[in-house]
């Protein structure tokens, strides 16, 4: 895909992006606390990956989600025999969520997507202005 | 022809517009690993496209004064978007681009009173 073309595309896409990190995070915070009978089985936090979107042309740079990917943190094993999900060890594993970490994920999107929205609002502005020049 | 008629605010307005596009990439890219942030240097960028005798070559202005931005504390993931400057670009950049339509707006005024002999 070719890069963005106006100052509205570079906004509509990075608002996109941002969202993804925010529901990506949302899915962690949600499987936080989470366990099950297996080491692999256990669930890894997901992470979205940004890259650059260049227009070489007009110069203006978006972002675009390169994947939302899995880390291969190690899975929390818990001693909990009288659990109906413990293996033959009696244990169960949990997901590694680190609740803080997710949260502060979150609140650093939500302030660039409204950073974002704010730019925008004030482009809108004065194109608007500039279009009703007679 | 917009030259002549509204003298260097035409290719100011230009500038701003160009510029405006410019941070809202940096402010876009706030989260982007080894993203760094561009500016363009609005004085030198103006003075190039002056110095151009036709009508007005503000592309490549601009497109010649493209610089990237120094990070006041380098960030680990190699970004260098700063929300305080980016935020202060962008003020600073609509505030002149309000002036140069203010510019503008007094010039098509000026010729609509004297088109219509008030």
Same mark, same amino acid.
């Given at each position: 895909?070719?890069?963005? &073309? ?53 110069? =203006? ?44 994920? =979150? ?7 409204? &950073? =974002? ?18 | ?15 701003? !517009? ?6 809202? !990439? ?11 942030? %561009? ?9 190039? !496209? ?12 601009? %497109? ?20 305080? !400057? ?33």
């Amino acid at each position: 895909m070719a890069g963005p &073309n106006s100052i509205f595309d570079v906004a509509q896409r990075g608002m996109s992006a941002q969202l993804v990190r925010m529901n990506a995070a949302a899915s962690n915070l949600a499987n936080a606390g989470t366990v099950t009978g297996s080491e692999a089985k256990a669930y890894r936090p997901i992470r979205a990956v940004f890259a650059e979107d260049l227009n070489r042309a007009n110069g =203006m740079a978006s972002v675009k989600v390169q994947g939302v990917m899995r880390e291969n943190g190690a899975a929390i094993r818990e001693h909990n025999p009288d659990h109906p999900l413990a293996d033959q060890n009696g244990d169960v594993w949990g997901a590694p969520v680190d609740e803080n970490a997710e949260m502060v994920e =979150m609140l650093e999107s939500s302030r660039q997507y409204q &950073n =974002m929205v704010e730019a925008l609002s004030t482009a809108k502005q004065l194109m608007l202005e500039t279009m009703r020049l007679k | 022809m917009s030259q002549s008629l509204f003298g260097i605010h035409a290719a100011a307005l230009e500038l701003r !517009s160009q510029r405006m596009g410019m941070i809202a !990439s940096n402010i876009a890219n706030a989260a982007t690993p080894g993203y760094k942030a %561009k500016d363009i240097d609005f004085h030198a960028a103006l003075a190039k !496209s002056q110095a151009g005798n036709a009508d007005g070559d503000t592309d490549a202005a601009a %497109k010649g004064s493209v610089l990237y931005r120094t990070p006041v504390m380098p960030s680990m993931d190699g970004n260098t978007v700063e929300m305080q !400057s980016e935020q202060l670009a962008f003020s600073e950049n609509a505030v002149g681009y309000s002036a140069t339509l203010e510019f503008i707006r007094g010039r098509v005024d000026t010729l609509t009173r004297a088109m219509r002999g008030e």
